[in-house]
T-cell receptor
Framework: DAKTTQPNSMESNEEEPVHLPCNHS???????IHWYRQLPSQGPEYVIH???SNVNNRMASLAIAEDRKSSTLILHRATLRDAAVYYC?????????????????FGKGTKLSVIP | GAVVSQHPSRVICKSGTSVKIECRSL??????MFWYRQFPKQSLMLMAT?????????EQGVEKDKFLINHASLTLSTLTVTSAHPEDSSFYIC???????????????FGSGTQLSVL
């Protein structure tokens, strides 16, 4: 599986935008870029995913570099509730994978701290 | 969105006893569920893939006789930690993918986790 590299930790002030980077220089053409986050003592939750184009949803935006070797998760206004570990994960498109590949391989992620 | 219910959220048991953790998909059918464990300040590690109506697939290094997985229905998978020991103390998390009516959906849904403490 292609690997991702994220900073161990980041800090943000409350109500400020946050840009969480992820490097994935060995990404293949069929890999989707997924972001999940894990709040303290909780299971992970889906944030966003994309393939080539930038994506927006109610939680965040995902900016994908033109060469797809990096991406950035953008939280437009950080709140205290956004303090979590954010995981950037690559997954094969369903068209190229079997059922077993729907598992997720988690790296160490980025621990985001939000300062009031 | 889809919901995965996991319980108990916390369990304390004596060494040598067995503990069962349940994972339910509440509003969708899950033919495949995944079980993870997480030690403090570490990332999630996949333990096994649970398939409805068939044997689970275990990751390398995970003892199948130690961690029994049963996926008897499309909405329920259970993980039983047999003869638990203090080193089995960990945070166990299940996840499921919603296949029904969401072709091509990429998202996995996770339970809230079970903190197991073995004394």
């Amino acid at each position: 599986d292609a690997k991702t590299t994220q900073p161990n930790s980041m800090e943000s002030n409350e109500e400020e935008p946050v840009h969480l980077p992820c490097n994935h220089s060995t990404i293949s053409g069929t890999d989707y870029i997924h972001w999940y986050r894990q709040l303290p003592s909780q299971g992970p939750e889906y944030v966003i995913h994309g393939l080539t184009s930038n994506v927006n949803n109610r939680m965040a935006s995902l900016a994908i570099a033109e060469d797809r070797k990096s991406s950035t998760l953008i939280l437009h206004r950080a709140t205290l509730r956004d303090a979590a570990v954010y995981y950037c994960i690559l997954r094969l498109s369903p068209a190229y994978s079997g059922a077993g590949s729907y598992q997720l391989t988690f790296g160490k992620g980025t621990k985001l701290s939000v300062i009031p | 969105g889809a919901v995965v219910s996991q319980h108990p959220s916390r369990v304390i048991c004596k060494s040598g006893t067995s503990v069962k953790i349940e994972c339910r998909s509440l509003d969708f059918q899950a033919t495949t569920m995944f079980w993870y464990r997480q030690f403090p300040k570490q990332s999630l590690m996949l333990m096994a893939t649970s398939n409805e109506g068939s044997k689970a697939t275990y990751e390398q290094g995970v003892e199948k006789d130690k961690f029994l997985i049963n996926h008897a229905s499309l909405t329920l998978s259970t993980l039983t930690v047999t003869s638990a020991h203090p080193e089995d103390s960990s945070f166990y998390i299940c996840s499921a993918r919603d296949f029904g009516g969401h072709k091509g959906t990429e998202k996995l849904f996770f339970g809230s986790g079970t903190q197991l403490s073995v004394l």
